[in-house]
């Protein structure tokens, strides 16, 4: 999908999930001393969001997922949104 929506224009719940997604990005890109966009791109923490995976399998069919980021990351972004459902 990738849709280029400002992070403003999501709905409230959608909003809280980008809003802990980016925090949790955050949080790693610091631990690992890179930019936070080289873990998941803001385009995909909104896609994210919005489809709000409930399992690994979900999170992996979004745009911007690979196989190595769900890996890496996957249970960890699903703990994220957990924070917010």
Do not use: M
Request: glycine letters at 8%; proline letters at 5%; aromatic letters at 8%.
């Amino acid at each position: 999908a990738g849709r280029n929506l400002p992070a403003e224009s999501l709905d409230t719940d959608v909003r809280a999930r980008f809003d802990a997604l980016r925090a949790w990005r955050r949080d790693r890109a610091k631990e690992q001393g890179v930019p936070p966009y080289v873990i998941f791109q803001d385009k995909t923490l909104v896609e994210i969001a919005i489809q709000c995976p409930r399992d690994e399998h979900e999170l992996g069919r979004i745009n911007g997922v690979g196989a190595g980021k769900l890996d890496r990351y996957g249970k960890a972004v699903l703990e994220a949104l957990n924070i917010t459902y």
